[in-house]
């Protein structure tokens, strides 16, 4: 069985204001690795691509704008899935609760699957800190 990983992080923001910024993907840059990211037409709307490690590009596709605060993506190299990421957004007053929750990708190791765990993690607390700062 493929291991699950949920990380959680309170950000002092309403969850409105949140969504708003994470859905759209030219935010990317401001807290993730994805620094040199473009929109990819010829892929669909909700794709957006970058150089990932070794020069490979790297597609992220993302969950249509919804009411509910899902933020689901789907990381792809060479055509094959790197990773998935099911991410929720959950008013808290008036801040928000993001939950990231990460399924282990077949053929992925355990240590590479907590090392990606570990990168989610310093991008989430970037992403608190930046919002936070507003």
């Given at each position: 069985?493929?291991?699950?990983?949920?990380?959680?992080?309170?950000?002092?923001?309403?969850?409105?204001?949140?969504?708003?910024?994470?859905?759209?993907?030219?935010?990317?840059?401001?807290?993730?690795?994805?620094?040199?990211?473009?929109?990819?037409?010829?892929?669909?709307?909700?794709?957006?691509?970058?150089?990932?490690?070794?020069?490979?590009?790297?597609?992220?596709?993302?969950?249509?704008?919804?009411?509910?605060?899902?933020?689901?993506?789907?990381?792809?190299?060479?055509?094959?899935?790197?990773?998935?990421?099911?991410?929720?957004?959950?008013?808290?007053?008036?801040?928000?609760?993001?939950?990231?929750?990460?399924?282990?990708?077949?053929?992925?190791?355990?240590?590479?699957?907590?090392?990606?765990?570990?990168?989610?993690m310093a991008d989430l607390m970037?992403?608190?800190?930046?919002?936070?700062?507003?």
């Amino acid at each position: 069985m493929l291991k699950a990983q949920t990380l959680t992080v309170h950000i002092a923001r309403p969850v409105a204001e949140v969504y708003d910024f994470l859905s759209d993907p030219a935010n990317l840059g401001r807290w993730t690795f994805a620094r040199n990211g473009r929109h990819e037409p010829r892929a669909g709307l909700l794709v957006w691509s970058f150089d990932g490690p070794e020069g490979r590009r790297v597609e992220l596709h993302f969950t249509r704008p919804n009411p509910f605060f899902v933020l689901d993506y789907k990381l792809a190299q060479n055509g094959e899935i790197s990773h998935a990421g099911y991410a929720r957004l959950i008013p808290a007053g008036d801040g928000t609760v993001l939950t990231h929750t990460a399924v282990q990708q077949p053929g992925a190791s355990d240590a590479q699957f907590d090392s990606e765990a570990e990168w989610v993690m310093a991008d989430l607390m970037v992403l608190k800190t930046l919002m936070e700062a507003k």
